[in-house]
C-alpha cells in the first residue's frame, strides 16, 4: 500500500526538541523529494522545509520561521524521513504532515500532532 | 517570498451550484500552482496541479484554469462530499507558499 505515516509527536516544553518521522512505503522512496508541512489548530497550511532526493543531492529548503532550528533528513535504507525540531517555541504548535512531491504534493501521511506548551 | 490571496475566504453554497474560488500570486508564478481539499480532521488532497491538470481520480466536476498570477478552481455542480476547505499553493520558488484557504460551506 503506498502511504506514510508520521510519529514521534507530543507535549514539549518551549525550548525543548523533537524529532518527528515519517515511514514511507510502496513507492520508490530514494526518489522522491520529501516535505513537512505543518497546520497549528483552526489555521491554514504552512510549508515548513524539505529534502530533496539524493540524486539532487539531498539539498535542503526551509521556510524562514524554522531555518536554524529545524532539520529535515533522510534514511533511504529505511525508506524514512525525519525532522529534527530544537528550539520550540510556543508557535510551533501544530499538525505536522509529511508529504511527497517537487512540484506538487500527491501523497500526504496523517499528521502527527506537536503541541509546544509549558 | 511569493503571496498567495485566495478569495473568498468562506463560501456559502447549495448542492448543484456552481462554484468558483479565485487565487492570485504576488508575481508571476507561471503555471506552477496547485488546488488542495481538506476535510476536517484529514490530511489535505491534491486535486489540481500545474493549473488545470486534473489528478488522476479526482471527479471532472473539479477543473483549474489560470496562468501567470491569476488562477481560478471551480465546482462546476457542487455535491455533497465538495463541502471542504480549499487551498492553492505555489511551486514556482522557495518557500512554497499556500493561500490563506477558503472553507466552503452547505448554505
Known amino acids: 500500500e503506498v502511504q506514510l505515516v508520521e510519529s514521534g509527536g507530543g507535549l514539549v516544553k518551549p525550548g525543548g526538541s523533537l524529532r518527528l518521522s515519517c515511514a514511507a512505503s510502496?513507492?520508490?522512496?530514494?526518489?522522491?523529494?520529501m516535505n513537512w508541512v505543518r497546520q497549528a489548530p483552526g489555521k491554514g497550511l504552512e510549508w515548513v522545509g524539505r529534502?530533496?532526493?539524493?540524486?539532487?543531492?539531498?539539498?535542503?529548503d526551509y521556510a524562514a520561521p524554522v531555518k536554524g532550528r529545524f532539520t529535515v533528513s533522510r534514511d533511504d535504507s529505511k525508506n524514512t524521513v525525519y525532522l529534527q525540531m530544537n528550539s520550540l517555541k510556543t508557535e510551533d504548535t501544530a499538525f505536522y504532515y509529511c508529504?511527497?512531491?517537487?512540484?506538487?504534493?500527491?501523497?500526504w501521511g496523517r499528521g502527527t500532532l506537536v503541541t509546544v506548551s509549558s | 517570498d511569493i503571496q498567495m490571496t485566495q478569495s473568498p475566504s468562506s463560501l456559502s453554497a447549495s448542492v448543484g451550484d456552481r462554484v468558483t474560488i479565485t487565487c492570485r500570486a504576488s508575481?508571476?508564478?507561471?503555471?506552477?500552482l496547485n488546488w488542495y481539499q481538506q476535510k476536517p480532521g484529514k490530511a489535505p488532497k491534491l486535486l489540481i496541479y500545474?493549473?488545470?491538470s486534473l489528478r488522476s481520480g479526482v471527479p471532472s466536476r473539479f477543473s483549474g484554469s489560470g496562468s501567470g498570477t491569476d488562477f481560478t478552481l471551480t465546482i462546476s455542480s457542487l455535491q455533497p462530499e465538495d463541502f471542504a476547505a480549499y487551498y492553492c499553493?505555489?511551486?514556482?520558488?522557495?518557500?512554497?507558499?499556500f493561500g490563506q484557504g477558503t472553507r466552503l460551506e452547505i448554505k
Open positions: 508575481q508571476s508564478i507561471d503555471n506552477y
Open positions: 499553493q505555489q511551486s514556482y520558488s522557495t518557500p512554497i507558499t
Open positions: 500545474t493549473a488545470s
Open positions: 508529504t511527497t512531491g517537487n512540484r506538487y504534493f500527491d501523497l
Open positions: 510502496g513507492f520508490s522512496f530514494s526518489n522522491a523529494w
Open positions: 529534502i530533496e532526493s539524493k540524486t539532487y543531492g539531498a539539498t535542503t
